[in-house]
């Protein structure tokens, strides 16, 4: 399913400023003309793409590379080409379409002569060439932004959208700032690609360490500068896997968002500790636990956002651990690794009585609340980190949230 979100320019500037929202659309932003006056078209051509956003984007583009051209290379040369061109794009409009991308044979032209023109005048595509672009198509840019990441993601957006005037805008990425903490800036994507006749629906997440006055992409675990704080290390990590992340892939089933949070954090890749398993190990070790304990007051108001799942995901973990400690042999039961023929990765919750409440199955898994819990518990155990983990929910629980 493709998102129609912005109709205007000036209503898609507006969104964006205020309230982050994605900048490119399926349908691009709106080019208010050509490179010429519509008024005055006067061939078959020139109405075909008076009547196209699409090909007057494309002409605009066309426009403006031609005239970086005619500065940076050989001016009769350039000049004598593109007359050739211009005389040779009627022939465009009787060509077939081009099957890829599912636009005209006359976008396939324009495409091909501006990317020619480009490389062969090693024209840089930076930000200053598409912000004359965007004021070329009637795109305000604005003065000032929030901070730094707004900044980024705007011309990221940007640059995408201009971009996807060569691919016939069918497809498309939408970033907002997820979170943004210098030096780490963590954003999320959505979008859509329907190139080729397929529909695939795009979400994604992006890491981003901010460095020498830009942003590189690269995990925050492996690019923690000296001079930040385990406090803000802790609140980056945990924005990276926030359950916010997987609302949209899973609310539509009815579950608790921390339940779906849990379910798609890899948590079945942490029932041994080896240092194979990365950043994700680290997750349930004494160290971390300790972070969340030392930071308990600062991360509080996560929780208080979503009291109720909150609350329910606290009531579930307390009462698997009273029963699971009811179990003499609850330390052997967690050790041990069951055969494929066990039921499989819950095996161990399902070694533990009581906690019927939670007994109930996750829509759309194979497996209930109570061995979801069960399972944590067990990862904390064999991480080192579940003496604290009791300790900081006896402290969640006596706090009044």
């Known amino acids: 399913m493709i998102h129609k979100v912005f109709n205007t320019t000036s209503l898609l500037i507006v969104l964006l400023i205020k309230s982050n929202a994605a900048f490119a659309s399926d349908e691009g932003p709106t080019v208010n003309s050509p490179s010429f006056d519509c008024q005055k078209a006067a061939t078959e051509v020139e109405h075909k793409i008076c009547s196209s956003n699409l090909l007057s984007g494309l002409d605009v583009w066309m426009a403006y590379v031609y005239q970086l051209s005619i500065t940076k290379g050989d001016k009769k040369k350039i000049k004598t080409e593109q007359i050739a061109w211009l005389k040779t794009r009627k022939s465009c409009l009787n060509k077939p379409r081009d099957s890829l991308f599912g636009s005209s044979q006359l976008e396939s032209c324009y495409v091909d ?3 020619e023109l480009i490389k062969e005048n090693n024209i840089k595509r930076d930000r200053e060439f598409y912000i004359k672009l965007a004021q070329r198509m009637a795109i305000d ?3 000032n932004f929030t901070n730094k990441a707004t900044e980024f993601v705007f011309f990221k957006n940007l ?3 201009l971009d996807g005037f060569f691919n016939g805008h069918c497809r498309y990425n939408a970033t907002q700032v997820m979170y943004y903490k210098p030096p780490i800036l963590i954003t999320k994507v959505n979008g859509s690609n329907v190139c080729g006749g397929i529909s695939r629906i795009i979400t994604d997440k992006t890491e981003y360490c901010e460095k020498d006055k830009s942003f590189h992409q690269g995990s925050i675990w492996t690019c923690k500068p000296e001079n930040l704080t385990d406090k803000d290390f802790l609140l980056g ?3 990276v896997n926030s359950f916010e992340n997987f609302i949209n892939e899973h609310s539509n089933q009815g579950n608790n968002l921390f339940i779906d949070y849990l379910y798609s954090f890899p948590i079945h890749s942490l029932a041994e500790t080896s240092a194979s398993h990365g950043r994700y190990s680290r997750v349930f070790s004494d160290q971390f636990i300790k972070l969340l304990e030392d930071n308990f007051q600062t991360l509080l108001p996560i929780a208080e956002q979503h009291q109720a799942e909150f609350k329910e995901v606290l009531s579930g973990m307390s009462c698997t651990l009273k029963h699971i400690k009811r179990n003499q042999n609850w330390k052997e039961i967690f050790k041990s690794s069951p055969s494929p023929e ?13 906690c019927n409440t939670y007994d109930k ?3 759309g898994q194979f497996y209930t609340y109570k061995e979801l819990y069960i399972q944590l ?3 904390l155990y064999l991480a080192g980190g579940m003496e604290r983990a009791i300790k900081l929910l006896d402290q969640i629980n006596s706090a009044d949230i």
């Open 141 to 143: 840019i604005p003065e």
């Open 377 to 379: 518990w067990r990862h």
């Open 342 to 354: 066990s039921l499989g990765r819950y095996w161990h919750g399902r070694q533990f009585t009581g």
């Open 113 to 115: 002569r501006i990317i």
């Open 361 to 363: 199955r996750i829509a």
């Open 159 to 161: 640059n995408e959208s």
């Open 237 to 239: 990590y945990i924005a």
